[in-house]
Every structure is written in structure tokens, then in C-alpha cells.
């Protein structure tokens, strides 16, 4: 009897050493340095009425300026195109506006999407943008990506041409309540410079 319980007690303390990576395997990572959580936060989905809403807010800032002025919600001034209803918007006759997947700058005035780091990470940030303009009109827009004062991502050009398509992407390591800010310079003429847009941001 002693020796068939000392049997079976080798041959599952085999199996723990070959299940454990003993006899050549190897764990997922190192569980004294195991990956961290990956969060994500996108607009259109996480698109609010609510400045702040999952570290996302909409501003405009004078072209080439840095002061930046917080948008207002409301209804869309008449004549806004693509069945828009509501949105973030400046003052003005042909103010910026910013609704939850469209946007347009305004004449000297850029349209800001602004997101706030909620903690100390690898930043991985990547935004689609595309021309909505059904005729030639104006000279495009410029987009760039900021963090705080440094620019990531210089001013890419966007041509008013309907379905011009654009990817832009960085990766950083940045601090908790550091500010990433996506600006739209309408550039010399603002006219057509509606663009569809939308923004991943993974933080590990």
C-alpha cells in the first residue's frame, strides 16, 4: 500500500513540474512584473454632452494661438449640414462645431478635441479623419496632435476633396493629468473644411 501511494505521489508531482513549465514550458509573463490593465476610451462612443466625460472635451483656440476657450452645447445654428442637431460650438455666425462624429473649424479658429491622461502610462493614440466636402472649396486643413506644449504629430494637410481619408497615430509614456489635444486649422479659408472623425485611445 505504501509503495502505490508513493507512486501516484510522484506521478502527479511529475505532472505539476511538466503543467508548471518545468520541462521546457513557459509562463505568460512574469508574475513579479505582470502587464497592466489596457483601457480604452473612443469617440464617438464616449462623445458626451458633458465637457469632461471620460477625460474627452472640445474647445476652440485662435490658429496658432494657445488659449483655449471650452465650446458650448446647444442646438446646431441653422443650415448645419449632415442632419446635426445638437453640438459643441463657438459664438458666432459660422462658429466651430464639434458633434459626435463631424467637425468643422472655424475662419482663424481651430477645432479642439482635447483628452486628459487619467494615469501614468503607455499612450497609444490613433485618429481617422476624412473629408465630408461635396465640391472643391477652400485649401483644406491643417491636423495636428499636441500633449501639453509639445507637438506629437505635426500639421498633417487634409485637401477638401470628399473622401480623402487620413490616419494619424503616436505612442508616448505620459503622466497622470497630462493634456493630448487634436487641432484643426482651418488654415487661409475655412470654407468645406468639414471632416468625419473618430479617436482610439489606449492607455497601459
Request: aromatic share 8%; net charge negative.
Amino acid at each position: 500500500m505504501r509503495v502505490f501511494f508513493t507512486a501516484v505521489c510522484l506521478a502527479l508531482l511529475g505532472c505539476v513540474v511538466g503543467c508548471s513549465g518545468g520541462s521546457g514550458g513557459s509562463l505568460a509573463y512574469d508574475p513579479a512584473d505582470p502587464p497592466g490593465p489596457v483601457n480604452t476610451y473612443t469617440l464617438p462612443t464616449h462623445f458626451s454632452s458633458t465637457q469632461g466625460y471620460k477625460g474627452w472635451s472640445y474647445y476652440l483656440v485662435p490658429s496658432g494661438g494657445d488659449t483655449y476657450e471650452a465650446l458650448t452645447w446647444g442646438d446646431a445654428p441653422a443650415g448645419t449640414p449632415y442632419n446635426i442637431a445638437e453640438c459643441w460650438q463657438g459664438a458666432g455666425a459660422s462658429p466651430v462645431l464639434i458633434s459626435r462624429d463631424r467637425l468643422c473649424p472655424a475662419a482663424g479658429q481651430d477645432a479642439v478635441i482635447r483628452w486628459s491622461v487619467p494615469r501614468t502610462g503607455q499612450v497609444e493614440l490613433s485618429v481617422t479623419l476624412e473629408s465630408l466636402t461635396t465640391e472643391a472649396s477652400g485649401d483644406g486643413v491643417a491636423v495636428s496632435i499636441r500633449r501639453n506644449g509639445t507637438t506629437l504629430v505635426e500639421p498633417t494637410l487634409i485637401a477638401n476633396v470628399q473622401g480623402q481619408q487620413h490616419t494619424l497615430s503616436a505612442m508616448h509614456t505620459m503622466q497622470s493629468g497630462d493634456q493630448v489635444y487634436l487641432r484643426v486649422d482651418p488654415r487661409e479659408n475655412a470654407a468645406g473644411d468639414w471632416l468625419k472623425y473618430g479617436v482610439t485611445v489606449k492607455i497601459q
